[in-house]
């Protein structure tokens, strides 16, 4: 179980606050850092995820992820 100051589990930091990752698949469905993904794309902004669910999603070879703007589409 992680601690609460393990860094890795710690919310994204304030200058992320704004900012989403976009994230699909290329095809199908998938889970990945506690998410379900599929070919729609799917916002989830920065600060509502971990340091270690962002490197998890980025470094995901089943996923495109882009980080965008919290009102981009």
Do not use: N, S, W
């Not at 606050?17 to 976009?22: P, S, W």
């Amino acid at each position: 179980m992680a601690r609460a100051t393990d860094k890795t589990t710690e919310p994204a930091a304030p200058q992320e606050k704004g900012r989403a990752l976009r994230v699909r698949t290329f095809g199908g469905r998938f889970r990945r850092a506690g998410y379900t993904f599929g070919p729609r794309p799917r916002m989830i902004a920065l600060a509502d995820l971990t340091a270690e669910q962002i490197a998890q999603l980025r470094h995901e070879p089943m996923l495109a992820v882009d980080e965008c703007g919290a009102d981009d589409q």
